[in-house]
């Protein structure tokens, strides 16, 4: 399932009452009397704080408020280039020297900050391998290098092996470090996070419960919460679907268009996309068109979509969907329809891909490249 940092209701972005103050001096070599852009994290949103002007030997100072005293995310950027990432903690005296181009010449006074560094430049050395053997993996599928294609997907899972067990390694190791959520949420590419397996909500938990007794009031707790929630409820969904003994996905019985009852379960043997979508929003009906494409490529194959729209107007939905050749249904009910709670949808869309015998190979794929790639996967097999 693909991670990210979960998006906080608004009465959590405000600042709590209580802050504590961190100092904050800044050198940037080359750069006198310049601008410098100090940014906050605040959770999945990255906010600007402040302008700083440095002075004639390139220095400035600054006091910064964190809110809910906690450590939080910071970013200093110069003309558009961030040149420094810092996890800034309550009381923190933090020297710091960098150049234009971003490199760290001297840090001193945040323990965190420093930590960060360390899981930054081994995230960055690890990124660099990986990306390597990705291209290479490209160019040998391009010219039918097969042997090769195998022996470089080996390598490419022995480093996500690694990776993996060093963040794993640094949990362990540092249990109240805010650093850990750098690895936890760090991605390899846009649909390959670190930490995904149904088995990895521990791992936030862990996080979570060791955050919760020193910063009960971080947001960052909460948004831990979330996902291990998220995880629980993944790892539900799984066993219901394993407990089905005809298919291997909980059934669906909805009316189409004609009002006429469709169960999912007559898809049993082909390879299919199981989709929850919302028709006010413009882009989801837009993907529609999209996978109108995919649909008439692949439906000789036995591919098949299985749409299901949630709404109470059944009229629009109805004037939308009346020319579009697949399975469309929608039980009126919107947000109260029980599709939702079976499947777990948090989120419109959301969508699954089934292969032949059943079982779910690919969630929320929705950029065309990689899901018309994962549609041919499950219609060739």
């Known amino acids: 399932m693909k991670r990210v940092l979960v998006y906080l209701s608004a009465v959590l972005l405000v600042v709590a009452c209580g802050t504590d103050k961190t100092t904050l001096k800044v050198t940037l070599d080359g750069a006198p009397e310049k601008d410098v852009i100090l940014s906050f994290l605040n959770v999945n949103n990255i906010e600007v704080v402040d302008t700083l002007k440095t002075d004639a030997s390139a220095t400035a100072y600054t006091k910064i408020e964190?809110?809910?005293?906690?450590?939080?995310?910071?970013?200093?950027?110069y003309n558009g280039v961030q040149v420094a990432s810092l996890l800034l903690s309550p009381g923190d005296n933090v020297k710091l020297e960098v150049d234009t181009n971003g490199h760290l010449l001297k840090l001193s006074g945040s323990a965190e900050s420093e930590l960060?560094?360390?899981?930054?430049?081994?995230?960055?050395?690890?990124?660099?391998?990986?990306?390597?053997?990705?291209?290479q993996i490209l160019t040998c599928n391009q010219i039918g290098d097969q042997e090769s294609v195998k022996r470089l997907r080996y390598e490419l899972g022995?480093?996500?092996?690694?990776?993996?067990q060093q963040a794993i390694k640094h949990l362990v190791t540092h249990p109240y470090s805010f650093t850990n959520l750098r690895n936890l949420y760090h991605q390899l590419n846009e649909n390959f996070p670190l930490?995904?397996?149904?088995?990895?909500?521990?791992?936030y938990k862990q996080l979570a419960d060791s955050l919760r007794?020193?910063?009960?009031?971080?947001?960052?707790?909460k948004s831990l919460d979330n996902e291990v929630v998220n995880f629980f409820n993944e790892m539900e969904l799984s066993n219901k679907i394993k407990a089905v003994p005809q298919t291997l996905f909980p059934e669906l019985e909805l009316p189409d268009i004609n009002a006429k009852p469709q169960k999912l379960s007559q898809l049993a043997g082909r390879p299919?996309?199981?989709l929850f979508w919302d028709p006010t929003d413009n882009a989801q009906k837009m993907f529609g068109a999209e996978l109108e494409k995919l649909y008439v490529q692949y439906k000789l194959k036995g591919f098949e979509i299985y749409s299901v729209c949630i709404t109470t107007d059944k009229a629009y939905w109805h004037?939308?969907?009346?020319?579009l050749p697949w399975i469309n249904v929608c039980d009126g009910r919107g947000a109260a329809s029980t599709s939702l709670t079976m499947y777990n949808i948090s989120q419109l869309p959301t969508l699954f891909i089934f292969d032949k015998e059943g079982a779910i190979?690919?969630?929320?794929?929705?950029?065309?490249?990689?899901?018309?790639?994962?549609?041919?996967?499950v219609c060739l097999e």
């Open 213 to 221: 007794v020193q910063y009960p009031e971080s947001p960052y707790v």
């Open 319 to 323: 004037s939308i969907v009346n020319r």
């Open 116 to 135: 960060l560094q360390e899981v930054n430049s081994e995230i960055a050395k690890k990124q660099k391998s990986f990306d390597s053997l990705s291209v």
């Open 195 to 203: 930490f995904s397996e149904l088995t990895d909500g521990i791992y």
């Open 158 to 164: 022995k480093l996500y092996v690694t990776q993996k």
């Open 361 to 377: 190979v690919g969630k929320d794929v929705f950029d065309q490249k990689g899901l018309t790639k994962a549609v041919s996967s």
């Open 66 to 77: 964190l809110p809910y005293k906690s450590p939080n995310f910071y970013y200093l950027s």
């Open 272 to 274: 299919f996309i199981l």
